[in-house]
């Protein structure tokens, strides 16, 4: 798989909160910048905050509006999301992701909200 697909692969398997398929693509020292600001290193700190943050909701679903291999290895997406948290409250907004393929792995994703 070329570093662009890996990279929509990925957000088609964040849309399906497939936990078991995202976990390989990360690594111990794969790095996660949150558009909250946090930032998570390990397949293990990233896959607990994922798994957080998608329980933490009923629905959700992110819409890539544009993609792009900005670098060789460096995908960048801009997408808009909507969920539902369970306590029934709509939520939604727009961000650029940066994600870093190296090696095949996901070696880092850096989320702007805007």
Not at 75 to 91: M, P
């Amino acid at each position: 798989m070329t570093p662009l697909q890996l990279a929509k692969h990925y957000f088609d398997l964040s849309n399906d909160s497939n936990f078991d398929e995202i976990t390989p693509m990360f690594t111990d020292s794969s790095t996660f910048y949150s558009g909250k600001h946090d930032l998570f290193l390990g397949v293990t700190e990233i896959m607990s905050m994922q798994r957080a943050h998608h329980g933490s909701y009923q629905a959700l679903h992110w819409h890539i509006t544009q993609v792009a291999e900005i670098k060789p290895g460096i995908i960048r997406f801009d997408f808009d999301f909507k969920g539902k948290t369970n306590a029934g409250d709509e939520v939604e907004y727009s961000g650029i992701e940066h994600i870093v393929i190296h090696q095949g792995k996901i070696q880092h994703i850096q989320i702007r909200l805007v």
